[in-house]
T-cell receptor, first 117, second 113 residues
Framework: AQKVTQAQTEISVVEKEDVTLDCVYE???????LFWYKQPPSGELVFLIR??????QNEISGRYSWNFQKSTSSFNFTITASQVVDSAVYFC??????????????FGIGTKLQVIP | DAGVTQSPTHLIKTRGQQVTLRCSPK?????VSWYQQALGQGPQFIFQ???????QRGNFPDRFSGHQFPNYSSELNVNALLLGDSALYLC????????????FGPGTRLTVL
């Protein structure tokens, strides 16, 4: 069974600080995909990144960066120089191919990030 | 390029009633997944529709059913509503399967009194 753990339920940082959101996953599949989504107060989940299990390259997109380590089953997300607009709930998610190749996505409980001006 | 749309935005029902939620996928997408998100929780997978068939289902009772139409839009039906069904219902669309990114709609907030 697949599982995603986000141990940090709430984090508060002062604007311009760096912050890392942790994500640990469990899966028995060798082929799987990891995602991060942002959910602002409006409620809509916004896609941030997708990473497949064969690509352990870290990725940077502006102030966002992601560190994928298969050895520790972790896919952590760092925001550099945080801004008030980064305040939201962030979800890590795992997708593995079920029998027949169909996709099922499991989400973590989310980390609520508050950036204080 | 239209994103995923859902209707209605908000809905208030009483216990025992039935409700239908609607979703139109992002242009070019053929797969629709439904999720239930209780307050303070992550989205929980309900089921996924592809080619008008339910092809994957989460741990939800038969009171939750769905349908996909030839134009790929989808409906989620919940019968015999319980107070615990109060949640944000999210629709996500994607293309095919196997790890394709799911794009989410704004959700329908259902309140059961």
């Amino acid at each position: 069974a697949q599982k995603v753990t986000q141990a940090q339920t709430e984090i508060s940082v002062v604007e311009k600080e760096d912050v890392t959101l942790d994500c640990v996953y469990e899966t028995r599949d060798t082929t799987y995909y990891l995602f991060w989504y942002k959910q602002p107060p409006s409620g809509e989940l916004v896609f941030l990144i997708r990473r497949n299990s064969f690509d352990e390259q870290n990725e940077i997109s502006g102030r966002y960066s992601w560190n994928f380590q298969k050895s520790t089953s972790s896919f952590n997300f760092t925001i550099t120089a945080s801004q008030v607009v980064d305040s939201a709930v962030y979800f890590c998610a795992l997708s593995e191919a079920e029998s027949g190749g169909y996709q099922k996505v499991t989400f973590g409980i989310g980390t609520k990030l508050q950036v204080i001006p | 390029d239209a994103g995923v749309t859902q209707s209605p935005t908000h809905l208030i029902k009483t216990r025992g009633q039935q409700v239908t939620l609607r979703c139109s996928p992002k242009s070019g997408h053929d797969t629709v997944s439904w999720y239930q998100q209780a307050l303070g929780q992550g989205p929980q997978f309900i089921f996924q529709y592809y080619e008008e068939e339910e092809r994957q289902r989460g741990n939800f009772p038969d009171r939750f059913s769905g349908h996909q139409f030839p134009n790929y839009s989808s409906e989620l039906n919940v019968n015999a509503l319980l107070l615990g069904d109060s949640a944000l219902y999210l629709c996500a669309s994607s293309w095919g399967g196997k790890g394709d990114t799911q794009y989410f709609g704004p959700g329908t907030r259902l309140t059961v009194l």
